[in-house]
C-alpha cells in the first residue's frame, strides 16, 4: 500500500523574509491555532543558515536551486544547493517523510497585496490556486516562458503554489502580515481537504496574469543604476501599463517611457522595484490578464494527488 504523504508547508526559503518563520514555529507550538482541515502539515524552515544571518541565502537563492541540472551535478556543492537535496531526501514525494503537496510562504517589498505564484500549469497546481482565489479572490501571477528564472522548490513536488504577502520591508514581522498568511495557508488547506474528501467545487474561471518578460533599471557600463522606478509607476502593481507611460526617471529629471513589444498589449506590471529583485536584473515584470476556464481535469488531478494526503491524527 502506498504511503500517505503529508503538506509541506515552508516558511524562510529566503532568510530574510521572517513572518512566515515566526508562524511556522506559532503553530508547532501551538498546532490548534492552524485550522488545517482534517490535514496534517509539516511545518519546515526552508533555509536555516540564511535566517539564522536574517540575509536573503548564504551562497545562492535557494529557490533557483531546485532544477534538476543543479539537483544532480555533484561537482555543485553551495549549500543551498545541498539544502535543496536534503529537503527532498525528507519530504520529497518519496522522501523519508513523503509529502505531496508544497505551499512555500513567502513575503513581498512591492506592493503587490496578498498573491499566489504558480509556475506553469500542471493541472492540480491550477485547480489549487483556482479554489484559493474563490475563496479569498487573491490574484495569481503565472510565471512561465522565462529561461533566466528557473529551478522553483514548489515545482518539485506533485502539486505546489506559492503565497505572496506584503508589502513588508525585509527582515521585519508585522501582524497584518502574519495574519495574511495565515489566512492564504488556511484556505489551500481548506481546498486539499475537499479535494481529498472528494468535495471539491472550483469556480467556472481562473483569472491569471501571465507573465510576458521582466524589465531591469537602465544601467552605467559599470552595472551601476542610471535610473529608478518613476514615482507615477512605483506602488501600482496590479494596475494596467500603457504605452508611453513614465517608467523609469533619471536623476537629471530624464522620463523613459514604457515601449511594449509587437502583439503584447495590454500589459499589468508586478513585482515593481522588489527589494530582492535587483541582483536579478529585474525592475519589475510584464503580465497579461487572461480568463481561463476551469476544465474537469484540474478538479481530477487536484482530487488525485490529495487523495494520497494523511489526515490529522
Known sequence: MERLR??????????????????????????ARLRSAGLEPVFVLGNPQAWSGNQRYV???????????LLQDSSVQALEVRRARQLLEQYGPD???????????????????NCLVVYGRRPADLALAAGIQARLGLPIYLHEGDASQTGFLVERWPCGVVLEV?????????????????????????????????????????????????????????????????PQLQSRDWRPLPPGAPVFLGPDGEVIRFEPLPDQEPQVAVFINEAAYGEKGIALSLTRREVWPVPPEWSEALEACASTLAGAA
Open 6 to 31: 503529508r503538506v509541506l508547508v515552508v516558511g524562510g526559503t529566503h532568510g530574510n523574509e521572517r513572518n512566515a518563520p515566526w508562524l511556522l514555529e506559532h503553530w508547532r507550538q501551538d498546532p
Open 59 to 69: 551562497e545562492r537563492d535557494l529557490n533557483r536551486c531546485f532544477s534538476e541540472a
Open 95 to 113: 522522501g523519508r517523510e513523503p509529502c505531496a503537496v508544497a505551499i512555500d510562504l513567502h513575503s513581498t517589498t512591492s506592493a503587490m497585496g
Open 166 to 230: 506584503g508589502p513588508v520591508p525585509q527582515g521585519v514581522v508585522q501582524a497584518s502580515i502574519c495574519r495574511h498568511t495565515q489566512l492564504g495557508l488556511e484556505a489551500a488547506l481548506a481546498v486539499l481537504g475537499q479535494a481529498r474528501s472528494g468535495q471539491l467545487r472550483l469556480p467556472a474561471a481562473l483569472v491569471v496574469h501571465r507573465h510576458l518578460r521582466s524589465l531591469d533599471l537602465p544601467r552605467r557600463p559599470d552595472g551601476s543604476p542610471l535610473a529608478c522606478i518613476h
